[in-house]
């Protein structure tokens, strides 16, 4: 099977499938020919799709991606610049949950917009883990509260940089500082020693926190637990991780209990010119 085709019918051979090709596997034979794929394309084809989706006029199809199964992108609903950075700065990390429950099928579509994000040569490494009971993920808590304990004797000054101390004290009195109380957890995890794992990882849980909003959801990045979950061998069993995958972070997820109304200022950013 061909790595991709090319209906005549549709091409005016404006060799943008060729510019855009991230890999340069597409070239142009001639201004009267149509695209074709340089020799062994196939071996080095990473299926991103740049060509299927740069067509304007639908006229490639890759082996096992045609135009007609990429939804089409919808103008009308760009975000203009401000509506974009309002969007992004009110964004919330969300500490205060709801009892309720969020769908399972809520957390399913999260991920599914998440696993959309870029990843190196669209290697798509990321690997989710869904913590849904509550019973659960206050376990997992408490086993964060134990590797603590750990860090605490092992390596006192890293312990005392971060409070743990406090933290230790405060889960003993009943306040879950760990995971808030939140009723889920989404972990997203890949192979150890992976290359492209923890920044495909890192984009793709940015990708959930700024869809939960729009879907009706809390999220905070579970920092604490993202380091446990790679040292601490109880709370490795508790996940069913082997030793073959590294978790590169963790997001609480629930139903905001309060909304916010303002968006806090920030620093002025330090930018350098060359």
């Given at each position: ?75 009308d609903w760009h975000l203009s610049a401000e509506r ?16 309720e429950d969020v769908p399972r099928e809520t957390i ?64 003993g009195l009943g306040f879950d500082v760990i995971m ?95």
């Amino acid at each position: 099977m061909p790595l991709f085709t090319v209906d005549p019918d549709k091409c005016n051979k404006d060799g943008i499938c060729a510019i855009e090709c991230p890999i340069s596997l597409i070239y142009m034979p001639d201004k009267d020919s149509l695209p074709a794929p340089i020799e062994n394309a196939e071996e080095s084809c990473i299926h991103c799709g740049h060509c299927v989706a740069v067509c304007p006029h639908g006229a490639l199809s890759l082996y096992d991606m045609a135009p007609e199964q990429c939804p089409p992108v919808n103008k009308d609903w760009h975000l203009s610049a401000e509506r974009a950075e309002h969007f992004l700065r009110a964004r919330r990390s969300v500490r205060r949950y709801k009892k309720e429950d969020v769908p399972r099928e809520t957390i399913k579509e999260l991920i599914r917009i998440a696993s959309h994000a870029q990843s190196g040569h669209n290697s798509q490494p990321v690997n989710w883990l869904v913590v849904y009971e509550k019973e659960k993920v206050h376990e997992l808590a408490g086993l964060v509260v134990d590797w603590m304990k750990r860090i605490v004797v092992k390596d006192p000054k890293l312990a005392e940089m971060l409070h743990m101390d406090r933290l230790i004290t405060a889960w003993g009195l009943g306040f879950d500082v760990i995971m808030r109380d939140a009723p889920h957890l989404v972990v997203a995890y890949a192979e150890a020693g992976s290359r492209p794992g923890p920044v495909a990882c890192h984009i793709a849980l940015t990708y959930a926190e700024l869809a939960a909003h729009p879907l009706g959801i809390g999220t905070c990045w579970a920092g604490f637990f993202t380091s446990a979950a790679n040292d601490w061998k109880p709370l490795r069993e508790a996940l069913n991780l082997s030793g073959g995958e590294e978790v590169h972070g963790g997001l609480m997820v629930g139903v905001p209990k309060f909304q916010y109304h303002r968006m806090p200022l920030r620093n002025e950013p330090k930018v350098e010119w060359l």
